[in-house]
Structure formats: C-alpha cells, structure tokens
C-alpha cells in the first residue's frame, strides 16, 4: 500500500506559488491514499456546496485520491465538506493500520494548552463566529478571514516540539509504530521509543511529505525542479528550521 501525507501548506488562492506548486505535486503523485493533516488551507469557508473559488482547482485536484483529512487550526471548517462532498474519512485523531503498521495521525495542535491559544479557538470554532461569517457571503469573508488568520510562521516553537515528541512516545507506549503530526513546521523523522515519529514540516518554507509504501515512512523533500529527496532521519530533541 502506497500512502503520501501533507499538511500546512497554508495555501492562499492563485496567486500563491506556493498553492501552483502544490497543484504540480498533487498532479504528478500516484497514491492509494492521501492523508492531509490539516492547515491545507490558509482559511477555509464554504457557503452551501461551495468553496472560496479561490480553492476550487486545489478540490478539483483531490477528487481523484482516496482521502484522510485531519482539521487543523486554520482549516477547521473544511471537515463537513470533506466528509460529505468529497468522501474523505474525516476525524481529529485517525488510527489506521496500513500493512500491518499501526499508525496514529493528528494535527499535532493538541500540545499547545496554552491560554490564548485556547481561547482564540474558542472564539472561532464558536456559533456567533460562524454566524457572522456566514452573513459575509464569499467575497467579504474571504477578504476578512485572509486578514484575521494572517501568515503563517516559519520558525518552529522548540517547546511544542519537545511536547509533539512526548505525546508521540506516549502513543508508542500504546502499541502504535508510527505516529504523525504537524502544525509545528519542523520537519523530521525521529526513532522513539521503539517506533518513528514524523513531523509532516510543512508546504511553506520546507515542502516535505510523508511516504508509507509497503509499512515503511520515508519524509520527503520536494525539491524546486520537482524531485523528491529523502529527509535524513534525525534525533528526536532537535527541531528543524
């Protein structure tokens, strides 16, 4: 079994190169499954049946693969649509077995406990957020949720890092052999606890993915002249930027 998985690509529209060089990999990729791990999108909103136009050609694009999508804390809303248009199995922790590897996958937002991390997602996940939104119609809300979610970051949090490696030694404990997350942009695959943690990085500043073919995860760099070139495995305390 053949199984590719991204997250944080934070795309912004067409006019984001880094949302064409997403549509040239998604082209080209042959997989029986593609997981995403969520903060595909900068900000998702859908209104009806309806995405941002802004993001068609990517959805387009997903149509053909068997889907696994995971919310992250930018792409919350994209879930229903997922599950119910696109008929992607869609949950916040994914547990799959993939040739006799069990695999745990989440966003990886979870170790962030934070205060105001916590109540900014309060806010946004709540009904008047929503409700609001939705009076904006596309147009305006695509103009305002571009403006309130702001860029994405770059550099990784060194103490979120540490918590991801953590929890992932806490599932191995578990019986899991792999488990993957994102959110924090620190690309890496780490041997722990008797099994392999992979951070997926993101699609912003390193363009890494996650190949499973046959059981075994190989992190990806997708180079600029659209080659894959495996990331070499590192020690779980060290944190790429």
């Known amino acids: 079994m053949r199984v590719a998985l991204l997250s944080d690509a934070h795309l ?41 136009p802004a993001y ?3 959805v387009d694009a997903l149509r053909r693969f068997s889907l696994s999508f995971v919310p992250g804390n930018h792409d919350f809303h994209a879930a229903r649509y997922f599950r119910d248009v696109l008929g992607a199995e869609v949950a916040p922790v994914l547990t799959p077995r993939w040739d006799g590897l069990a695999v745990h996958l989440t966003h990886g937002d979870e170790v962030d406990a934070s205060f105001g991390y916590r109540a900014v997602s309060a806010v946004l996940r709540g009904r008047p957020f929503a409700a609001a939104v939705d009076a904006m119609g596309p ?13 994405p ?12 490696v953590a929890l992932a030694a806490a599932r191995m404990r578990e019986g899991f052999g792999l488990v993957v997350s994102g959110h924090t942009h620190a690309p890496g695959q ?11 990085g993101d699609w912003v500043t390193h363009h890494t993915w996650l190949l499973v073919e046959d059981g075994r995860p190989t992190l990806l760099h997708r180079t600029a002249d659209e080659r894959d ?6 020690r779980a305390d060290e944190c790429s930027v």
């Open 190 to 200: 780490h041997p722990v606890a008797g099994g392999t943690y992979v951070n997926l």
């Open 139 to 151: 147009d305006r809300a695509w103009r305002f949720l571009a403006h309130v979610s702001g860029h």
């Open 56 to 58: 068609a050609p990517v």
């Open 229 to 234: 070139v495996p990331v070499a495995a590192t």
């Open 153 to 164: 970051s770059g550099t990784p949090n060194p103490a979120l890092c540490a918590r991801q």
């Open 12 to 52: 912004a529209g067409p006019d984001d190169p880094n949302q064409r060089r997403l549509l040239r990999f998604l082209a080209s990729l042959e997989a029986d499954r593609l997981c995403l791990l969520g903060d595909i999108f900068q900000h998702w909103w859908h209104f009806g049946a309806a995405p941002f």
